[in-house]
Antibody, heavy 122, light 107 residues
Framework: EVQLVESGGGLVQPGGSLRLSCAAS????????MNWVRQAPGKGLEWVSY????????YYADSVKGRFTISRDNAKNSLYLQMNSLRDEDTAVYYC???????????????WGQGTLVTVSS | DIQMTQSPSSLSASVGDRVTITCRAS??????LNWYQQKPGKAPKLLIY???SLQSGVPSRFSGSGSGTDFTLTISSLQPEDFATYYC?????????FGQGTRLEIK
């Protein structure tokens, strides 16, 4: 069974840092690009960041560029999101999501993890 | 960035109804459009990819159509388990964007 499990969320003060992890299983992790998507309480979905299968290509949403860093360890089947200089508006559930298989012309997110809640508050 | 606008923002319907949700892109995105369903407290689930391809395991009452800037998600006969929030998402740009969501409620 394909599974993604996020961890690392919690309460952090404004200006603080947090590192999220996403453990993948049930598929060849090194063959897929990965994404982080977040959802503020009661709000819609916001794409945060993308990393290609080999880590050679990385993208960020403007709202997190310069503060967040996406990375992966294919040997450990794990995806990470290092979040620095956190702001109140970064409060959200953070999901990791697998991209479509490398080589397909279209891109979509499937499956998604269950999410981990990050709360930025003093 | 490419802006995605869904309509309506909320919708009340009854079991058995045919429902259509619309998604409009701020520029042409060809067929690079996906649809997701999200239930309260759960992660989103992929329904439709590449505008009209049904994801494996998704009931055939769900269908997608459109290309360019205008897209639709249709549920042919609403079932109780379909009451949820639906999001469109464009993958044309390297910076993916979602619509604001359409909340489908029981009438």
């Amino acid at each position: 069974e394909v599974q993604l499990v996020e961890s690392g969320g919690g309460l952090v003060q404004p200006g603080g840092s947090l590192r999220l992890s996403c453990a993948a299983s049930g598929f060849t992790f090194s063959s897929y690009s990965m994404n982080w998507v977040r959802q503020a309480p009661g709000k819609g979905l916001e794409w945060v960041s993308y990393i290609s299968s080999s880590s050679s290509t990385i993208y960020y949403a403007d709202s997190v560029k310069g503060r967040f860093t996406i990375s992966r360890d294919n040997a450990k089947n794990s995806l990470y999101l290092q979040m620095n200089s956190l702001r109140d508006e970064d409060t959200a559930v953070y999901y990791c999501a697998r991209d479509s298989e490398t080589g397909t012309p279209y891109s979509w997110f499937d499956p998604w993890g269950q999410g981990t809640l990050v709360t930025v508050s003093s | 960035d490419i802006q995605m606008t869904q309509s309506p923002s909320s919708l009340s319907a009854s079991v058995g109804d045919r429902v259509t949700i619309t998604c409009r892109a701020s520029q042409s995105i060809s067929s690079y459009l996906n649809w997701y369903q999200q239930k309260p407290g759960k992660a989103p689930k992929l329904l439709i990819y590449a505008a009209s391809s049904l994801q494996s395991g998704v009931p055939s009452r769900f269908s997608g159509s459109g290309s360019g800037t205008d897209f639709t998600l249709t549920i042919s006969s609403l079932q109780p388990e379909d009451f949820a929030t639906y999001y469109c998402q464009q993958s044309y740009s390297t910076l993916a964007t979602f619509g604001q969501g359409t909340r489908l409620e029981i009438k």
